[in-house]
């Protein structure tokens, strides 16, 4: 079983650079490929990134490609979300989430494990 939290979500103006941090717990976090998912007030929860269990391989929704970056430091069990170039429309609650999937999935259903979300907010 794996227990996610995210953390290095805030406020931040158009144009800023945010990363976001995921930590895991448990010693089988580099069997997981990992995702970023977003969620807007009144707007279903959407995929961002994600990257295999050894991080050789990568997938962006078109919206951010370019712009946000995800990596993952499987000794210290965390996966990041760097995220640049900020637009008013990123603003979301982020999530991190792990999947047994070893290549990543961009379907949520496919993700068993959740973290409790950290808040984006990007004004203009």
């Known amino acids: 079983q794996v227990q996610l939290v995210e953390s290095g979500g805030g406020l931040v103006q158009a144009g800023d650079s945010l990363r976001l941090s995921c930590a895991a717990s448990g010693h089988t976090f580099s069997s997981y490929a990992m995702g970023w998912f977003r969620q807007a007030p009144g707007k279903e929860r959407e995929f961002v990134a994600f990257?295999?269990?050894?991080?050789?391989?990568?997938y962006y929704a078109d919206s951010v490609k370019g712009r946000f970056a995800i990596s993952r430091d499987n000794a210290k069990n965390t996966v990041y979300l760097q995220m640049n170039s900020l637009k008013p429309e990123d603003t979301a609650l982020y999530y991190c989430?792990?999947?047994?999937?070893?290549?990543?999935?961009?379907?949520?259903?496919?993700?068993?494990?959740w973290g409790q979300g950290t808040q984006v907010t990007v004004s203009s």
């Open positions: 989430a792990a999947t047994k999937y070893y290549s990543g999935s961009y379907n949520p259903d496919d993700y068993g494990y």
């Open positions: 990257i295999s269990w050894r991080g050789g391989n990568t």
